[in-house]
Structures are given as C-alpha cells and as structure tokens.
C-alpha cells in the first residue's frame, strides 16, 4: 500500500521559474491537502480539498495554485517561484471525517524545495 | 488566523526521564491531535482527542484536551532514545488543521 506518495523528493528552481509538485493517495481519500514547513514556524496550511472538483484556500496560498479533478491526484502548482518559496512541502490525506482516529490524517514523506 | 502556541521548542533530556509539551491558543477547537516527525519524513499520528477534558494514553505516551478547548499537553513517560523527533500538537476547527510549531526532542543515551 502506497499511501500518500510526492514527487520530486528535492527541486531547485530559479526565481520565476513555475512548476508542479505531484501527489496521489490510493486510500480514495476525500480530503487532500497541502502545507509549507518552514523553521520554527510548524506546518502551515497552503490549499485544501474535501473532494474531487472541490478546492479552497489555506493560511498561505499566495503564489500557489491547486486542482482536484480526480480524487486520487492533488498537484500543487508553483506560477511564478520565489525565494520566500523555498521550503519543505508535504501533502496530506484522509477520509472526509479528517482528524478522527479512524481517518487520521496521512502525510507523505515531503518535497524539499530551493528557489535560488 | 488561528494560532498555536508550542513549548517548549526544545528539550535535551536524559534517557529514562519523563517529557511534558503543551500547546495554547486563543481559540477554540474541536480536536486536539499530537504527531511526531522523524527526519526526512512526514508527520504521523500519536493520538487524537476529541472531548473537551478527555485523557488519552498510547503506550508511554499520555496526552489531555484542555477543558476551555484551548489547550492540549503531551507526557512521554522513561523516555527512549527513538522517542528523538519534532512533536507537534494540531487543532482542527471544520476542515482546517492548525499546527503548532513543534518542540524538537533530544534524547540522550
């Protein structure tokens, strides 16, 4: 079992380059989202999604675009890079039920991110 | 937004000794999650609680929601050294899970 798998382990990118970070759960999960983790600043909430064709904003979605037209794929799309950009990006999935011990919310092993 | 408030942000403890982190806020939530993040990995889930006063134990780990909501604290009872990692307490309010900013943990042999 897959679980919740990204891709690329590691990027460096050049400012204003775009690109887009994959991630797929094959656990039909109905919510997926994203979040930013950055030094003494925990993990922060970039986009999320409660189901296929469904998306909507987090704490920093600034210079981050999301899509959900399956329910298994949730890219992140970077238009336009940034230094602040640089970072380490995990995806996140469950059940709609998200938090309850029975969906726990399932992360994937993260995307380090370098914008030179 | 909605904010966390972790401490400590680090401890250096010697194997064998208990460990006790809180999280706060100024808001209230319905579920107080706690994870561990071992390096180069992402976070998973230690224990869950969803009532306000609620007490819960996984092992040598004991974790209690606040009673105002607002609150949540972590034991790890005779630590271990694979207990080193970066704790973190998470919030849910609705569909959106806040964070802490984590207390990274050291463990001496």
């Known amino acids: 079992n897959a679980g919740v798998t990204q891709t690329p382990k590691f990027q460096v990118l050049k400012t204003g380059q775009s690109m887009t970070l994959q991630c797929a759960q094959d656990?039909?999960?109905?919510?997926m989202s994203w979040y930013r983790q950055d030094p003494g600043m925990g993990l922060r909430l970039i986009h999320y999604s409660v189901g296929a064709g469904i998306t909507d904003q987090g704490e920093v979605p600034n210079g981050y675009n999301v899509s959900r037209s399956t329910t298994e794929d949730f890219p992140l799309r970077l238009l336009s890079a940034a230094p602040s950009q640089t970072s380490v990006y995990f995806c996140a999935s469950s059940y709609s039920n998200m938090g309850r011990s029975s969906s726990p919310l399932h992360f994937g092993n993260g995307t380090r991110l370098t914008v030179t | 937004g909605q904010q966390l408030n972790q401490s400590p942000q680090s401890m250096f403890i010697q194997e064998g000794e208990d460990v006790s982190m809180n999280c706060t806020s100024s808001s209230i939530f319905n579920t107080w999650l706690w994870y561990k993040q071992d390096p180069g990995e992402g976070p998973v889930l230690l224990i869950a609680l969803y009532k306000a006063g609620e007490l819960t134990s996984n092992g040598r780990l004991t974790a209690q929601f606040g009673i105002t909501r607002k609150d949540s604290f972590l034991n790890i009872s005779a630590s271990i050294p694979s207990d080193v990692g970066i704790y973190f307490c998470?919030?849910?309010?609705?569909?959106?899970?806040?964070f802490g900013e984590g207390t990274q943990l050291t463990v001496n042999p």
């Open positions: 656990m039909n999960h109905e919510y």
């Open positions: 998470a919030g849910r309010s609705g569909s959106r899970l806040t």
